[in-house]
């Protein structure tokens, strides 16, 4: 854990960045934030986004958290955004069957629980 406070973003070259294999990185979060004193490829790394957070969470250092991902770790403040930077993932998610796949109750109820759970966030 690093003794220097996260006041503005130029601050992270102080702390570990940890790593989660997403395609929004460290250097292009740097860049947005017009940071250019900070190595983006420094720090921990993991193969997965639970482990980065789970790692952040721990004190280990700053991870990019997707908002989905660390609500729960927000509201209940074991973890904090020091910034109001923020990216927009290009990433997308689709739900994909078969046409006549919707007919069957199973796969209804659960594309309507998905479509209800995005439509909170």
Known sequence: MSAY??????????????HDGFP?????????????????KSGLT??????AVESAVQGEGVVLGRTMLVAADLAAGRLVRPFRQALT?????????????IHQRKVKAFRDWLLAEISHS
Do not use: C, M, N
């Open 46 to 51: 993991f193969d997965s986004a639970t482990f």
């Open 5 to 18: 406070p996260l006041r503005e973003p130029g601050d992270l070259k102080y702390h570990t960045l940890i």
């Open 89 to 101: 993932s290009a990433s997308q998610y689709f739900v994909v069957y078969p046409p006549r796949a």
């Open 24 to 40: 929004i990185d460290w250097a292009t979060w740097l860049r947005s934030a017009d940071v250019s004193d900070v190595d983006p």
